[in-house]
């Protein structure tokens, strides 16, 4: 594959590679000198339109761990705030040599035009496109889930039950999560306020359920999501205290998970809202681990897609100094 612009592209064989190659250019990475020469002379270019931590810094730790040069384009404090367009936007960095271009973008659609309009010659990353997808996002949370669910490389998550709360309706990240995890195996159930779930999830190979208490027990993984203000119209949103009443993970509902089971956030958090400080900084929460995994993702899709390689690291790769 040249791009990688939604996670319901990819195969069950496709995200166990990318998984596995993660396992292994995460540990050969992971040493006093973490750079690989894999991606020598090769160009990233990271193209934000939206704001990103996470993600952002990820990329350019991944891409720099393979020996690429990293170009950081933020279209605050760029000619786009002069209204140049994506067009003109992406011939520049063309125009630069770029081999892959990873974008953020506010508008749902904007990486899929980017790799189908012939501006640019090079890979296509889709770092989170409006409600649309985050498909890096998705794979870093199941080579998250497979680890400390203590399923080894090669394998999926078959039959392991994962429970994404909150704001689906703008969820990006939820979207991706269903298309990864349901290829993986998993048997995913979305919890969230009526006024919060898309119309669209009728299509999406998921269960649908307004009860978050009803689901603990039963989970694996619970997935609580951010709550998206920025995104919201006041009218259908409840009140926070509300939100978090009914929607929340606090300390006493995570006690209703199985024992082996894990709280995953994506990030930002809204402390207080949608997870409590308590679970937040449970060594039952997820969170920074999937920030560590995310850079190990991010090298094996950068990997994958710019060195030619149709299957992990091969032996020839070189081995830890
Ligand atoms: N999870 C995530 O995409 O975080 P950022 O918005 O900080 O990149």
């Known amino acids: 594959k040249r791009h990688l612009i939604s996670a319901a592209d990819l195969t069950r064989d496709d995200a166990v590679l990318i ?82 271009v990873v974008i953020r973008h506010h508008d749902s659609g904007a990486p899929h035009r980017l790799a189908t309009s012939g501006w640019i010659g090079g890979s296509v990353v889709n770092a989170g496109d409006g409600t649309h997808e985050h498909p890096t996002q998705a794979l870093l949370d199941a080579f998250t889930l497979r680890r400390r669910l203590g399923d080894g490389p090669g394998t999926d998550l078959a039959g392991r039950r994962v429970t994404i709360v909150g704001d689906i309706l703008h969820s990006r990240v939820a979207r991706s999560n269903v298309h990864l995890l349901s290829t993986l195996g998993a048997e995913v159930t979305l919890v969230a306020p009526p006024t919060l779930v898309p119309v669209r999830t009728e299509s999406w190979p998921c269960e649908v359920s307004y009860d978050l208490d009803a689901q603990l027990a039963k989970s694996d993984a619970v997935m609580m999501l951010r709550v998206q203000r920025e995104r919201m119209n006041a009218a259908y949103f409840p009140t926070e205290r509300e939100y978090a009443r009914r929607y929340g993970l606090s300390g006493e509902r995570m006690a209703r998970m199985p024992e082996h089971a894990v709280v995953m956030h994506p990030g930002p958090m809204n402390r207080g809202m949608e997870i409590s400080a308590e679970v937040a900084d449970s060594p039952r929460c997820t969170a920074v681990e999937q920030v560590t995994n995310g850079v190990s993702i991010r090298m094996a899709v950068l990997y994958l897609l710019l060195s030619g390689a149709d299957s992990g690291p091969q032996p020839a790769e070189p081995t830890p100094a």
């Open 19 to 100: 998984l596995d190659t993660a396992e292994e250019l995460g540990r050969l990475a992971d040493r006093p000198i973490k750079k690989l020469p894999t991606l020598r002379g090769r160009t990233v270019v990271n193209l934000f339109f939206e704001d990103s931590t996470r993600t952002r810094i990820s990329f350019e730790a991944a891409a720099k761990r393979l020996s690429a040069d990293v170009i950081n384009f933020s279209a605050k404090g760029s000619s786009v705030s002069k209204g140049e367009s994506l067009k003109d936007t992406a011939l520049t960095l063309e125009a630069m040599g770029a081999d892959a």
